[in-house]
């Protein structure tokens, strides 16, 4: 059984398998960039762009092991979306072996349900144009491609 809560920014083992995982969603990042964009993101910092907050969601194997993580910020506003604030899942990753087994969907549920207690009523999301794989997974849990731009897909879904 997987559990879904938000992360536990205390626990040394757990932001090593979060930041393994970052690493492994951004491989041509270099890993002390993504640490020290992890740690800003679970102190509350923005840093990114005009984002409000972030918020991580993560799911944990029976034993204990993460086996993925969902970020999410909140921007005031976004040029494609209606809604002020507006919800975006900046990153979203699942451990490959457990792929296409309903993770992925339950990672973004808990997003939703943040983001609608923040006021919201869209999410969005950004895709790179050569990402078939991830392009898809937003198809099938209702995102709707909203704009185009440079080698970016952008994508929103109503929530409420």
């Not at 740690?39 to 029976?62: C, D, M, P």
Request: contains cysteine.
């Amino acid at each position: 059984m997987i559990n879904y809560r938000k992360i536990n920014k205390d626990e040394s083992n757990e932001l090593s398998e979060y930041h393994r995982m970052r690493h492994a969603l951004w491989p041509a990042h270099e890993e002390n960039d993504l640490r020290e964009e992890m740690l800003k993101i679970l102190t509350g910092n923005t840093f990114y762009k005009n984002e409000l907050s972030w918020s991580t969601f993560v799911a944990e194997r029976e034993k204990g092991k993460l086996c993925g993580f969902i970020e999410i910020t909140l921007y005031p506003k976004l040029d494609f979306a209606a809604s002020m604030p507006i919800g975006f899942i900046e990153g979203w990753y699942v451990d490959e072996d457990i792929r296409m087994t309903g993770v992925g969907r339950k990672l973004v549920d808990e997003a939703i349900k943040w983001i609608a207690a923040q006021g919201c009523w869209e999410i969005a999301s950004d895709v790179e144009q050569h990402n078939l794989i991830s392009q898809e997974a937003h198809l099938r849990l209702g995102f709707q491609e909203a704009m185009r731009e440079d080698n970016c897909i952008f994508y929103k879904k109503a929530i409420k």
